[in-house]
């Protein structure tokens, strides 16, 4: 069985032209049945500079191709930490969805485009689900309404944590009907869905929306669900409240 190549020589030789001229030099070099001592003696310090040129050549090219293939290993790296400090600029660690900044941010894009919902929720009772369960259970339910919401709406859904336990949902649509709609079935999802121990009991949540016009700026959006979510939880909690203004 034969040995292996080995990775350089595998590479493709950027000399075969001044390979083939050298060796010629080095034959007649060789030859010393050719006339001329002095030729002869000059031949041989050519063939000596040009046999260390290309070694120095040969040399430079893979250090250029070693310092190509670091730069290009750092570019990735580079790329890939910039990706991980704009997730963490814009997503909530606990979670994984938006964050305040964010979903504020996405909310403003739609509104410039299009018809679009702002629908904000409240976990009810929520103290209450830390002061009997702990903050760990209690980090556990916030974690399991993202993740319904997540599973109900979609990932491509803009899914922001803006508070402790108030979530905000960016939905775009043109039929106030739909808003209606989709709200209740996340407060219907997150009523619905049993918790990991030690939690015991189900896990509501008030929601509120509003429907707004293209155009719209995201601060009226925002009061006008704002409102519509403390009017669900004056009015009994786990439901749903369209603002309709006054």
Known sequence: MGTPMSEASLEPDL???EAAALAAARSMHADVSAPGAEQRRVLGELILHYERLMRETRRLIRRS??????????????QELAGQLEYRATHDPLTGALNRGAVIEHAQSRLALGDMALIVLDIDLFKQVNDDFGHPAGD???????????????EQTAIGRVGGEEFSVVWPTTSRDDAVKVAQQICDTIARHRHAAPISRAITASVGLS???????F??????????LYQAK?????????????
């Open 234 to 246: 004056r009015e009994g909690r786990n439901c749903v409240r369209l603002w309709l203004g006054n």
């Open 211 to 217: 429907w707004n016009r293209a155009g719209t700026a």
């Open 140 to 154: 556990g339910v916030i974690q399991a309404v993202v993740d319904c919401l997540k599973h109900l709406l979609g």
């Open 15 to 17: 000399f075969t032209v």
């Open 65 to 78: 191709d070693r310092a190509e293939r670091d730069m290009n290993q750092l570019n990735r790296q580079l």
């Open 219 to 228: 601060e009226t959006a925002y009061s006008h669900a704002d409102q519509a």
